[in-house]
């Protein structure tokens, strides 16, 4: 357990809005990662970090963007939804020598 | 490209029989694996992980094997308790890496 926190935990959004998820972490982890989860896809890889101002994209970065500018907080934002980003996304943390990820309760995202 | 696959989206098992999910990967360059359990709206909690220098883990009534000339690998939960009744996830890494790919999931539901 990785003191994980998102926010919000759920939201409802119209097409077209921004919207940004934030995740907080309270053990210093120095990686941090946005994964969404959707039917018959599992668990993707959007965006991750590895150090403050520090980012790389994942498998599905496109449409989304990221920001970390304190080792706790790791943001992503949508900077204009479609309904396709209706998922459930999900925060991951990991220290610099571990090799397993801890994740956060999720966030529901709904883009009507 | 899905490099880590769950190819049975669902399984029943009886309680207090074996429960056997399996997991497949294409990229040859992945070392290290980890099992990971997702109640529904919770995150994914880890759960086991093994190193590609051992074909065997085992923690309490959960064992996973790896068989790395087929690229595949499996976990077994005996005896199954319906407390175990989730979705489980595989996930792949390259050791000296940090980004983590995971399988679709296996929904497993234990009988009672």
């Known amino acids: 357990d990785a003191g994980i926190t998102q926010s919000p935990r759920h939201k409802v959004t119209e097409t077209g809005t921004p919207v940004t998820l934030r995740c907080h972490q309270t053990e210093n982890h120095r990686y941090m990662y946005w994964y969404r989860q959707d039917p018959g896809h599992g668990l993707r890889l959007i965006h991750y970090s590895y150090g403050v101002k520090d980012t790389d994209k994942g498998e599905v970065s496109d449409g989304y963007s990221v920001s970390r500018s304190k080792t706790e907080d790791f943001l992503l934002t949508l900077e204009s939804a479609t309904s396709s980003q209706t998922s459930v996304y999900f925060c991951?943390?990991?220290?610099?020598?571990?090799?397993?990820?801890?994740f956060g309760e999720g966030s529901w995202l709904t883009v009507v | 490209d899905q490099q880590v696959k769950q190819n049975s989206p669902s399984l029943s098992v009886q309680e207090g029989r074996i429960s056997i999910l399996n997991c497949d990967y294409t990229n040859s360059m992945f070392d290290y694996f980890l099992w990971y359990k997702k109640y529904p709206a919770e995150g994914p909690t880890f759960l086991i992980s093994?190193?590609?220098?051992?074909d065997k883990n085992e923690d309490g009534r959960f064992t996973v094997f790896l068989n790395k000339s087929a690229k595949h690998l499996s976990l077994h939960i005996v005896p199954s308790q319906p407390g175990d009744s989730a979705v489980y996830f595989c996930?792949?890494?390259?050791?000296?890496?940090?980004?983590?790919?995971f399988g679709t999931g296996t929904s497993l539901t234990v009988i009672p």
């Open positions: 093994i190193s590609s220098i051992k």
């Open positions: 996930a792949a890494k390259v050791n000296t890496g940090n980004q983590f790919y």
């Open positions: 991951a943390t990991k220290d610099s020598s571990g090799n397993t990820i801890y």
